[in-house]
């Protein structure tokens, strides 16, 4: 099968020595629970040709990955134009969410200034019911160069219509008639059912970069999830800026009742003797994902033996992330293994 990035990425599966297989029982000193104040997650795969999907696969990959113990959630990403095969996160999520019965199940980030409001409300509370309530939501305007045009919207005040976007949503996922007179959107005397199960909605998390961008986060939602493309210094100084944002609101960071949590998707590639051979790889992936190298990205990737993966790793965390999402782009069932069985105990 031909594949993406590069080569299919259920090729090459070598499950770990003594692992077991799928829908095997883990001995105990296998099934940690989370560690003290931190919480790791794996990426929902998405990346396939033609063709290539493997429900079995796809549904194997989520009773591991829930059997470890270890993964709190497994979050998905959006590129619908593109270079790379991707699937669509929405119906990637769903699928997952038939496959699993403890993970919760996110995105970061939708492009809202992309999406229609009422639609995305109305799609992410259904699977918010089918599932539970173990929705995540993580949003992001996506920036002044997203493809506007093949959307029909124009691309100017792209930022009003996310903020406006945003206040919409959540309108409908709380207000039992709707009545919003906006800039873009109009509805008089409208209802939405179901409401999403958690309440009053899925936690909120917001994607950005820039400082202003992190300080508007803030104030629309209820977490902060650094890119997998920034790179750890840049991160740490997004954390500083969306830190004192909080703080100046009179709210806490972390994960517990009212608190704002702070995340980091990482790109990463584990090779057990050659560090620079997982570069070389995890290079020529994300040159695929994007179209192009992109050095910047490349450095903010994670890549190397064990020993070196744990250090960048350590160094994620110790610039503010509560919350770790591991994105292998290839071999990705035996890279999700070993992250949960050789990488995550070391952290401890």
């Not at 100046?248 to 702070?262: L, Q, S």
């Amino acid at each position: 099968m031909r594949g993406f990035p590069p080569g299919n990425p259920w090729q090459k599966v070598s499950f770990l020595p003594d692992a077991g297989r799928p829908g095997d029982a883990l001995p105990p000193s296998r099934a940690p629970a989370y560690y003290a104040g931190m919480r790791f997650a794996i990426s929902i795969p998405q990346f396939f040709g033609d063709g290539e999907f493997s429900p079995a696969d796809f549904r194997a990959y989520f009773e591991r990955a829930e059997a470890f113990g270890v993964y709190e959630s497994a979050w998905a990403q959006e590129m619908t134009l593109g270079p790379s095969p991707q699937l669509a996160p929405l119906e990637a999520m769903t699928y997952a969410a038939a496959c699993t019965s403890s993970l919760r199940l996110g995105c970061t980030v939708f492009v809202t200034t992309l999406h229609s409001p009422v639609q995305l409300a109305k799609d992410l509370a259904t699977l918010d019911q089918i599932s539970g309530g173990r929705v995540e939501v993580g949003v992001g305007s996506g920036g002044p160069r997203r493809p506007f045009a093949a959307y029909g919207i124009p691309a100017d005040r792209y930022l009003a219509r996310f903020t406006e976007g945003i206040r919409l949503v959540k309108a409908l996922w709380t207000e039992p008639s709707v009545t919003f007179d906006g800039e873009f959107w109009q509805l008089k005397g409208v209802a939405m059912e179901p409401k999403p199960h958690q309440k009053p909605h899925p936690r909120l998390w917001f994607g950005g970069s820039a400082e202003a961008a992190v300080r508007r986060g803030v104030l629309l939602c209820d977490g902060f999830f650094g890119a997998g493309s920034s790179p750890t210094a840049a991160f740490a100084s997004q954390v500083a800026t969306a830190r004192a944002a909080v703080t100046d609101r009179g709210r806490r960071v972390g994960f517990g009742p009212g608190e704002f949590p702070i995340a980091k998707r990482v790109y990463i590639a584990i090779d057990p003797s050659d560090g620079s051979r997982a570069r070389q790889r995890i290079n020529d992936a994300l040159a695929r994902m994007y179209g192009h190298r992109v050095p910047a990205i490349e450095s903010a990737a994670i890549a190397g033996t064990l020993g070196e993966c744990t250090e960048a790793v350590r160094a994620v965390i110790d610039a503010g992330a509560e919350m770790v999402l591991f994105t292998p782009l290839f071999e990705v069932p035996e890279q999700m293994e070993q992250i949960a069985t050789e990488l995550i105990p070391r952290l401890a």
